[in-house]
């Protein structure tokens, strides 16, 4: 198989990547001849790679920093015990001029700029107004707001005093985002009046007030009027300001310094089979890992214009807020991707001149199926790169990125997870992309594939895991003050490593194959695969829209594996449509691994996030009821878990 990008002199020789290598081989004596060579030193001596991140992008402390690791245990590394920073300093350090901050669309085709200057200025207001309503260091401030830039200024303005953030997008209800808001005690909510998706306007006054309801620590709410002005109703606490008037304050800003592990912020697991695990991590933490990843592996750079499709539930809103540490101009939109034409999400990179595109799998599927041709139908002489995440991206849909998104585009497939809201395996402007396939482990990322037995193997299918620290990985869980559910989620299986609970296979060239979640795993006749191994071979036919395979052991020992199709439009399931989906898996997945029965279904449940809902879904096909498994306010369709309890 032949590569489906291949870096030039020219990209290698002006990619980031090859500075801060040339950096390191200086300050070191060493000689780092490609990429792998950095890597390996990277998770051989990680002290000396973070502090070396830390110099090359003139992090400075207001305070003596300490060593870069002082203690390498993990759980519990201690990366630079004395340092005293804040996220938010280095947002205004690089002021491209004459190019926005950030640019703002919506579906209605209305686009907002935002200046430097402008920002700088609502974010120092925005945290008078929290200081004088009582806010300080450690208090938490969250948001129930669709991708606007006033999320943007909140965060901002938040980790500015020192107080810690949470999001969380409008299309969750308000018992979805009372279990990850609520149980914070916020001192106050930032919220908007409504969002529009698809064409369809959501009012979201009575969600509202039902969130402050269930706030009695509320010492504020701001309301940004993105509709009808809200309704008040009896027995909230706290007092309601404009949005306009919270941003109205003349004030300097003068972000506090913090300790490295200072939380920035609460982001949020899917909560699918339980509360929603609250992930804090810290200024110091953010600051490196989102420099290191942004800068040397997608190569984004000041006056570059950054857009990934993402929500405030999504910790990829957090990674494109990030942006900004690099002067790059942020590009959000509210709405749907493929409204009012599939090629949305297109069209706006080449009107907004993108450098960066960032979106998913489905997304890439849905333009394949639709008879899209970007770099045809667009201008995208800008875009540099397409990045894609949330799953796992097929060989098919990766090289149609390839053949149509621009000419010398590199696709740039990662993968990593809310845990450390960053990528564990992506992609470097020097190194080839191949089809299927992820390029490089990220740099400090020292990921290995174990075997149940925890030994490394290469070729087949294991477990992934990360065997040294990363200064992004979790602070602490909110409300787990022994720190006995981090250790459970992440370190009892392979004790003093980090079990991230995705299958991944490494290559002999040293690439990722990712297969999904391991405890979603199906093994048939003792032979393990990851379904997204199937997904790739059913899903690439023009009829079938969405599939899922479930892997279901039965109490009398058998083993069920059945598949449930979405079909498109006028399409039957007829025995000949069967009979290609059946060749499809044994072609191009596994002849071990066709499915015992082909189902048509209604749809496919799915994570706030994007992900296939497969495991409630497997305990459900086991006889469990549904709402015993999964709690129906974090999917995206809870009507149809009754449709799939019924195919026991």
């Known amino acids: 198989m032949q590569p489906q990008w291949t870096p030039t002199q020219v990209d290698v020789e002006q990619a980031n990547v090859t500075g801060f290598t040339r950096f390191v081989e200086e300050r070191h004596g060493l000689d780092l001849p490609d990429y792998r060579a950095l890597w390996q030193w990277s998770v051989d001596e990680p002290g000396e790679f973070w502090q070396a991140v830390w110099d090359a992008f003139d992090v400075i402390s207001h305070t003596d920093p300490g060593p870069a690791l002082a203690d390498p245990s993990m759980p519990g590394a201690v990366w630079f015990p004395g340092a005293r920073l804040n996220f938010v300093e280095y947002v205004f350090r690089e002021r491209p001029p004459g190019e926005p901050a950030v640019v703002h669309l919506d579906e209605e085709g209305t686009r907002r700029e935002i200046g ?3 920002l700088e200025r609502r974010t120092a207001a925005l945290a008078a107004t929290l200081r004088a309503h009582g806010v300080r260091e450690g208090d938490r401030v969250v948001g129930y707001l669709p991708n606007i830039p006033e999320a943007v200024v909140s965060l901002l303005a938040t980790a500015s005093i020192g107080a810690v953030w949470a999001g969380c997008g409008q299309d969750y209800a308000a018992p979805a985002a009372i279990d990850r808001l609520g149980r914070l005690e916020p001192s106050v909510l930032i919220t908007a009046t409504g969002y529009r998706y698809a064409g369809r306007w959501h009012d979201r006054t009575d969600e509202v007030n039902r969130l402050r309801t269930s706030m009695p620590d509320l010492k504020l709410t701001v309301v940004v009027l993105t509709g009808a002005s809200p309704q008040e109703t009896g027995g909230h606490t706290g007092e309601i300001l404009d ?5 109205s304050v003349e004030d300097s800003l003068e972000p506090l310094p913090v300790p490295f592990d200072h ?3 609460v982001v949020f697991s899917s909560g699918t089979t339980g509360p929603p695990k609250g992930l804090l991590h810290g200024h110091g933490g953010v600051l490196l890992e989102h420099l290191k990843s942004l800068s040397l592996h997608l190569d984004l750079r000041p006056g570059d214009r950054f857009f990934w499709y993402t929500s405030p539930s999504w910790m990829m809103w957090n990674y494109l807020m990030s942006g900004l540490l690099l002067g790059c101009t942020v590009v959000t939109y509210d709405g749907a991707p493929s409204h009012p034409e599939v090629d949305r999400l297109w069209r706006i990179a080449a009107e907004e001149q993108v450098t960066v595109l960032g979106t998913s799998p489905g997304y890439v599927l849905a333009c394949i199926k639709g008879g899209v041709v970007p770099h045809a139908d667009h ?24 053949r149509n998104a621009g000419e010398h585009v590199q696709v740039m497939s990662i993968s990593g997870g809310t845990d450390v809201v960053t990528a564990f395996v992506g992609a470097v402007p020097t190194v080839p ?7 490089v482990p990220c740099l400090g990322v020292a990921v290995d594939a174990f075997d149940p037995a925890g030994r490394p193997v290469r070729g087949e299918v294991g477990e992934l895991v990360v065997t040294a620290p990363m200064p992004s990985m979790p602070v602490r869980f909110w409300n787990d003050p022994d720190g006995n559910r981090y250790r459970d989620a992440y370190f009892s299986v392979y004790p003093g490593v980090w ?7 490494i290559t002999e060239r040293g690439t990722f194959e990712m297969h999904g979640r391991s405890d979603s795993t199906l093994n048939r006749h003792g032979v393990r695969m990851g379904s997204a191994d199937i997904y790739q071979a059913v899903e690439s036919l023009p009829e079938i829209v969405e599939a899922l395979v479930l892997g279901v052991e039965q109490p009398d020992g058998t083993y069920r594996m059945p598949l449930f199709v979405v079909l498109a439009d006028g399409v039957s399931l007829d025995e000949g449509l069967k009979e290609r989906i059946r060749a499809a898996v044994r072609e191009h997945a596994s002849p071990r691994h066709v499915p015992d029965e082909i189902v048509a279904a209604p749809g496919v449940p799915h994570t706030r996030t994007g992900k296939k809902l497969e495991v409630p879904l497997k305990r459900i096909l086991q006889g469990a009821e549904p709402g015993r498994v999964v709690e129906r306010t974090a999917i995206d369709a809870p009507e149809l878990l009754d449709w799939y309890r019924d195919q026991v």
């Open 116 to 118: 430097w200057a402008e």
């Open 263 to 265: 939380p920035l912020w």
């Open 379 to 402: 201008d995208l002489s800008a875009l540099r790169g397409v990045g894609v995440t949330g799953s796992t991206l097929p060989a098919a849909s990766s090289s149609w990125l390839s």
């Open 499 to 505: 079990r991230h609970g995705d299958w991944i296979t």
């Open 433 to 439: 992309v191949w089809p299927g396939e992820i390029s």
């Open 243 to 247: 949005w306009q008037d919270a941003v």
